[in-house]
């Protein structure tokens, strides 16, 4: 019996008591290799200790202060180092205790941004299909996952989705990739059009698309082309980088990878590590100044902004990040993880993509590796790889719908930055039993 309202309310998790560098150990003693970080979060895996010191310090110091009355050395310190890494022209961050909220903040930015340079008409967002930016009513609209939108419809916002850059599916017979991204930023420039772009506020993006498709690399050029569009109408480009950004790609804003400057970004997960709950918005200082020079405040707020353990936390993370050059360290690992996923499921007949950067990767499943036709949704083969791996002690992120938000499976993988080589055999043969293992008991239900 329990109390705890949990996610799927017909069984219980395991227990998790404690957790030691990349792994998880629950109640029972079974130990589990984190090759997800949970949801992408733990990029410094668990129980580390600069980190925990750094907690432990602050709690002694100030665990509360609200911020309507003050600010805290260590908040205004993790604003300053995040705004000296961030992309070009940013200038200030705003804290919150994570993704979704993140994304409510950066929507509500960007309506405030164009009321208070005169241009109130702007309302709509455009954003794409098979994305997500979270699970609040704003993030939830804008996001394009079919199955967690459907029964919440009517009481979202209207917002315009356009395809997502997802080349193994939607790149067609003969399609160079520079054709492709001329396509989707017609497409895009077409939406803006038919909306009227004067009443469209910002288009919103996952940089590297995460957990409903299965980690979408961007083909190149394709954000250059966005940033354009965005550009030819005064819109806003908001990137979503709470899965794939702070290192997770091998660089801190995967967006750096793609040589663009968002107006507004959203960061969270790898940001405090997991160790407390926290996310922010990072702004341009003309979206700032717009404010500043206006009304002179932002019209939103949370009781928990900048919490100062979870300040604490995330400035320790990201000073580990930097002091123990992580970063090169994802790019290495992560072109080790490449390898070894190419090696064993390059020809395997139920493998039909493999796609990533970093140490952020999607294996996509098929029933048919030629056709690339997916299994049937009833057999939940997502699912079943995901109790075959925690078997085996192993934790994958999986995920159904990947194609339209009902048909498709994929697996994400997301291990700690500190992961080393021997676990990344472990993960690769790990999922391949767990595969192999879902597979087989999928065929046999049918």
Sequence with gaps: MTHVFHRHLHQTPPVAVAGRGVHLIDAAGNEYLDACGGAAVSCLGHGHPDVLAAMHAQVDRLAYAHT???TTEVAETLADHLVRTAPAGTSHAYFVSGGSEAIEAALKMARQYFVEIGQPQRARFVARRQS?????????????????????????????????????RDLRAGETPRAYVTRLAD?????????????????????VGGATAGVLVPVPGYFKAVREVCDRYGILLILDEVMCGMGRTGALYACEQEGVVPDLVTIAKGLGGGFQPIGAVLAQRRIVDAMSQGSGFF??????????????????????????????????????LERRLSDRFAEHPHVGDIR???????????RDRATKAPFDPAQRIHARVKAAGMARGLMTYPMGGTIDGRQGDHILLAPPFIVEEAHLDAIVERLSDAIDAAVDLGVATV
Excluded: K, M
């Design 187 to 207: 497409e895009l420039d077409a939406t803006f059009r038919a909306l009227g772009p004067e009443r469209v506020l910002a288009f919103v993006a996952e940089t």
């Design 68 to 70: 309507s009355f003050f």
């Design 132 to 168: 997500y930016h979270g699970n609040t009513l704003g993030a939830l609209a804008v996001g394009g996952n079919a199955w967690r939108r459907a029964q919440f419809g009517p009481l979202l916002i209207d917002v315009e989705h356009v395809s997502p850059c997802y080349p193994y």
């Design 356 to 366: 990533g950067r970093g140490l952020f990767w999607g294996v996509e499943l098929v």
């Design 299 to 336: 019209q939103h707020g949370h009781t928990y902004l900048g919490h100062p353990v979870a300040c604490a936390a995330a400035l320790a993370v990201q000073r580990v990040i930097e002091r123990d050059g992580l970063l090169a360290r994802v790019r290495e690992r992560g072109a080790a």
